[in-house]
T-cell receptor, first 114, second 114 residues
Framework: DSGVTQTPKHLITATGQRVTLRCSPR?????VYWYQQSLDQGLQFLIQ???????AKGNILERFSAQQFPDLHSELNLSSLELGDSALYFC?????????????FGPGTRLTVL | AQSVTQPDIHITVSEGASLELRCNYS??????LFWYVQSPGQGLQLLLK??????LVQGIKGFEAEFKRSQSSFNLRKPSVHWSDAAEYFC????????????FGDGTTLTVKP
């Protein structure tokens, strides 16, 4: 158990809908990362937050947004969902969010868009 | 820009045999390097990391990796593979500075034959 929690574990929804994925980092970790893992794209970095502020952005679509709240939990919002958004979404956390910090990964949320 | 290449998509070894998973990176300075393992249905877990100093680093579960600057490589090794090592392995390079964005390779899937 990494100490990172993600809810829900599974999510099934329809195209065009909007969903919110939630992540609670390990106690004491200030930085949160979001990743998307699919069979054709592999593990893709989406976005990083540090202590409530956006720190780095990866291949995140404009239909996706995220935020980190004062209690350090984070939410990833996915809107106007398409079939291709079906994937495993991971949240990870690290202590300070620098490149030398190990990232602790949550178990993931499996999103299926029908 | 930093990048990671894992040349082998899939490797099969017999239980008890030795293992080497290849990782090549591209980065302008001495990188922060990581190996993570992902068991089926799980998030990623750190096996080991390299920042500086001794180029041979030891990790959990009997794994080790060697940093070779001249070859821009950070290959993962294990002298004797166990059936429980069957998983997907990711090499990652961490960025310098405040942004903790890590770039992950596409992963190598390890199958262990009895």
């Amino acid at each position: 158990d990494s100490g990172v929690t993600q809810t829900p574990k599974h999510l099934i929804t329809a195209t065009g809908q909007r969903v919110t994925l939630r992540c609670s980092p390990r106690s004491g970790d200030l930085s949160v990362y979001w990743y998307q893992q699919s069979l054709d794209q592999g593990l893709q970095f989406l976005i990083q937050y540090y202590n409530g502020e956006e720190r780095a952005k990866g291949n995140i679509l404009e239909r996706f947004s995220a935020q980190q709240f004062p209690d350090l939990h984070s939410e990833l919002n996915l809107s106007s969902l398409e079939l291709g958004d079906s994937a495993l979404y991971f949240c990870a956390s690290s202590v300070l969010g620098t490149g030398r910090n190990e990232q602790f990964f949550g178990p993931g949320t499996r999103l299926t868009v029908l | 820009a930093q990048s990671v290449t894992q040349p082998d998509i899939h490797i099969t070894v017999s239980e008890g045999a030795s293992l080497e998973l290849r990782c090549n990176y591209s980065y302008g300075a001495t990188p922060y390097l990581f190996w993570y393992v992902q068991s089926p249905g799980q998030g990623l877990q750190l096996l080991l990391k390299y920042f500086s100093g001794d180029t041979l680093v030891q990790g959990i579960k009997g794994f080790e990796a060697e940093f070779k600057r001249s070859q821009s490589s950070f290959n993962l090794r294990k002298p004797s593979v166990h059936w429980s090592d069957a998983a997907e392995y990711f090499c990652a390079v961490g960025g310098k500075g405040n942004a903790g964005k890590s770039t992950f390779g596409d992963g190598t899937t390890l199958t262990v034959k009895p």
